[in-house]
């Protein structure tokens, strides 16, 4: 069943909330989000900043320890320009750099459909009228957390949340641990582009026309967000620092490859040796995000 | 001119080292490398294990506060099979994980020159023979250190040193400090093919035949190496942790974009904020290695 | 006023619960804990393991932006035997270590409340019966947190949480930042003593009768906990790796320092510099824990 | 025997360099140490900057594998003032904070040997003239490293360096894996006071009269640098991030407990579990320093 929602709250943690929608696994939801800072599709700030989420979906069946799958049909800027901020995080430069980082205001970037392109409309600065390809991507989405906790949309952990990776484009699916009945999911922040890292704290922030497909795995049990795309599949490790997102992604891809490609254990350390590829989601957030990728033409047939 | 190099000593460190041969700026040399065991073309080992290098060569004219230039014009294993660790290294899973990791012998892999692939050879594991296209690479490469320190191979710097980049392929342009007259160049180390982080501790370990062009900068000051090739340029971060070799790179690549690109600083963070890319070199060795890149396309035109 | 309450039920997480008792700034609550396992004073389970709180307990008058004071006034063991894990956690020693860990039972400690001790009773080794000295202390102990998040007892943040300080004992008093109407203080998790770090992710833990004075700072506002006893003040600072610990327990020592010691910049910095002190609270939880400590007598006069 | 040395040159790397004194183990040195800055005892500074270092000496019978006790006997400043950075670096506060931190001048600090105290002179501040007691230290020293490196003296690793630990007072007995025959052992860097972390990247830096007793364990090998007080053991681990230097310390103390203490597994780490303490050496440098301390009075009799 498609259904067709429109939001009219929005919640900036992700927690056991009262859904907002009943479906059934398998269904399609087509629905929008706002903004990192509560604007809709006409720029119009309808809820407080900090990455407001539509939702959450109540999926039928689903229980703790199943798996949700989370199929990204489709993500569309739905208007006309984007904002983002114009300098990189302190974080993310030497500390001794710090005092030698300016302090511009926001930036704001014109999206062209038509072309599929973002330029960049100001500040004004020596780097001119910058034009990039559009990549629009969800930031934050994901499910209910475990023991009931409500967790802020400005971070990340073992239910999603604001992971702020690339590759959470439109036809990548996406698989979440199931911890509250019903699974709660939760969607927004979206970008119409982001450089790796969300160094500056932002993407392209923008609202979205977005389609999603839900479906339970039922008695399928996994520990972090996975995920596919035609080329590979891929596990996010979200914590900090970034050597311990890639020991989440890692742990969580040997056990993949164990429990669902048929491989032993040293023929999955085996396959990852020489395959292996990471990627970086966020290194901004309170929990930074790392990406462990492996390309399906070197899985073994299941 | 070009060089014809036959190495019969190795280091291993990079170190104020008497040089094995003087070149001028421009100059091309081709030599071999010994894999990280010290085994050369024959497999046979002629020196200690430990990423022994071939070098250091001393570069005319190169003083402390110049730049060198190395060209990687070929990198080609010179014989017909490799080596490898089959197991991921304890530090790239979850703690909790690492007693379930599973102790294999060293694998071997065939290098197949005609297919231009690697086929793995044994151990025998669920994973049976897997072929995977050559990218040969250099892994540890560099010049002498500042202060004249002698550092180990098993490590990197600002000086290069180990960083297991799988981007240090031919065709690739990298950029070095020089602390010590003559540059005093270093390389080894060499993998047929590797993983993003070379966490097993391994690439597929092979000899080399190698041919580098060396040249300098004269005045040309920079922090941490850079490198460029046909679609990127990049600046490369080695430290622990992960996040403090993302602040290197960052910051350098901040430096790059304002003193060779014309940018002001606002124009060199925005250019950044939603281009940047990054890579991973190592996650094993004493210092990591991170990547910052940045595609030519979006540069301002010099 | 003082307050009896006896707890009849438990949160394992922190959030903007309803407030099992309404108090005046400047009342005294005795109440007790369970242990870390939920575990009451006759060691029978009367609620799900994790650092179960007692509370929440509502301040009347306390409102976002002020700070809650909380006098812990006792802290007393109430049964005669305590728990913990026998072993290092897998995360503090060389990850090259790990699979040397042995695995044995949880412990049992005696407590012997006339002689102030606990000694280990099991399992048996060749360590034999240590007897250590009390130092009882809790382990888990804070205010709901900002944005309604309600966040798990295993962790902890700006809230105060499961920080596991061994500072936390008798005679201590403790500043929280309050974010909910009420402040909401809940407590847990009691210690008869622990090590530095809590590196086997337990100390003695037992059920406690608690004895805290509770009131509000109106208008005061901090970003981090803070803590005085009769020697130092203290800062809080709670998140992954130590590093990011100790910049959090820094910046609001010098925050501190300016805001209510009459120090400006300079004075402030130059006081920390050949004076401060760190204190490592835990190294195992989710979030780490670091302590920064000034000695009073340095302290100039306000 | 008791050798009178007086220094004539210095080395700002640790390395395997020509020895300026050969003795027997067991023999004792008196010696001075230039300050941080290569200031004697007069303030002049005869040696460039960096922490530069008197030695190396020679220990007659030391091999690598063996041990090198350091008993350090006596450090006493040999001048009236020291001098110090004001300010607490970018690196231990909120990298949002940094640019807030003020840039004062260096701090003069005045040494009174009679009242054993440290009074700062300037700058000046609303700090006035703080008076703190003398805590005269070594920050930096060691022995030759592994595999014929040349380490800077900005840094530290398994053979010491610059650890900037209070703890290392006259009094205390330091232990060095021997890397290089003659063990090879350098000293400076000496500290009136420091506060814990060395968060402004110095102590009070002066000259020193120091005197040292040297002697060698013959086939006792040790990983990372050990010492012993009249209260504690401790181990030494020099890393980044703080969480890796914990786990170097940590794992080196359960293998001292399990050789040298008669405890096997189970017994070391029951031990640690409760007793266990961390002292922070500095924050600063590249490698960053913690201390694993056990109280004696908890050891088993040997």
């Not at 004004?124 to 034009?131: E, F, I």
Request: hydrophobic residues 35%; charged residues 15%; proline residues 8%.
């Amino acid at each position: 069943m498609h259904h067709h929602f429109v939001p009219t709250c929005y919640h900036r943690t992700l927690g056991p909330y009262e859904p907002v929608l009943r479906i059934r696994s398998g269904d399609t939801i087509s629905t929008t989000t706002v903004d990192a800072g509560g604007g809709n599709h006409r720029g119009v700030a309808v809820t407080p900043r900090g990455n407001p989420q539509t939702g959450p979906f109540h999926v039928e069946g689903a229980e703790p320890g199943d798996t949700l799958v989370v199929q990204l049909d489709q993500i569309r800027p739905n208007r006309g320009s984007g904002w983002a901020r114009s300098v990189v995080a302190p974080s993310v430069v030497d500390p001794t750099y710090v005092k030698q980082l300016p302090d511009p205001p926001l930036a704001e970037w014109a999206i062209d459909q038509a072309a599929q392109t973002a330029t960049l409309v100001s500040p004004v600065s020596s780097l001119g009228r910058l034009t990039i390809p559009l990549e629009p991507m969800l930031g934050c989405f994901g499910v209910a957390p475990f023991r009931q906790q409500a967790i802020s949309t400005a971070t990340s952990g073992e239910h999603g949340g604001n992971m702020d990776y690339r590759g959470f484009v439109a036809g990548t699916k996406v698989y979440f641990p199931v911890f509250e009945p019903g699974a709660l999911f939760f969607l927004g922040d979206g970008h119409a582009a982001q450089g790796d890292g969300e160094i500056v704290g932002t993407g392209i922030e923008i609202s979205m026309d977005v389609t999603v497909t839900l479906s339970v795995l039922k008695g399928k049990t996994i520990v972090w967000p996975r995920g596919e795309n035609a080329e590979f599949i891929f596990t996010v490790g979200n914590a900090r620092p970034l050597d311990q997102c890639l020991q989440h992604a890692t742990t969580e891809m040997l056990r993949w490859l164990e429990q669902d490609y048929g491989l032993d254990s040293v023929g999955a350390n085996l396959l990852l040796s020489q395959c292996v590829r990471y990627d970086l989601g966020n290194m901004f957030d309170p929990a930074y995000t790392m990406v462990c990728k492996l390309a399906k033409r070197f899985l073994p047939h299941r």
